[in-house]
């Protein structure tokens, strides 16, 4: 599945900014859609998931201020961030896992947005 995110950009800290993932295909067979986000010489870290039935997990730096939401027949997933921090500062990409041929697990990547929190 091809992956499409977009949305990022310059915010001051405390602002908000929507990022978003479109998906060339339907996402309903796609076990996992998850937002990662990098920094340079630092390892990528998951920022939050949604599973195929809807449930969402975030990452504990993030719990209570972002929100990761789908929207399955438009293809999309979004990523909701509040109160955002300086340290909120990277890369972020999204992220299709899922299972092909009911035995081989793939990861596709959207290219990242770059999200800047300075003031």
């Known amino acids: 599945v091809q992956l499409q995110a977009s949305g990022g950009g310059l915010v001051q800290p405390g602002g908000s900014l929507r990022l978003s993932c479109a998906a060339s295909?339907?996402?309903?067979?796609?076990?996992?859609m998850t937002w990662y986000r990098q920094t340079p010489g630092n390892q990528r870290e998951l920022v939050a998931t949604?599973?195929?039935?809807?449930?969402?997990h975030y990452g504990t730096s993030v719990l209570g201020r972002f929100t990761i939401s789908r929207d399955t027949a438009k293809n999309m997933v979004w990523l909701q961030m509040s109160s955002l921090r300086p340290d909120d500062t990277a890369v972020y990409s999204c992220?299709?896992?899922?299972?092909?041929?009911?035995?081989?697990?793939?990861?596709?990547w959207g290219q990242g947005t770059q999200v800047t929190v300075s003031s």
């Open positions: 949604v599973d195929s039935v809807g449930r969402a």
């Open positions: 295909r339907s996402i309903l067979s796609i076990n996992a």
């Open positions: 992220n299709a896992h899922y299972l092909v041929d009911g035995r081989t697990w793939v990861d596709d």
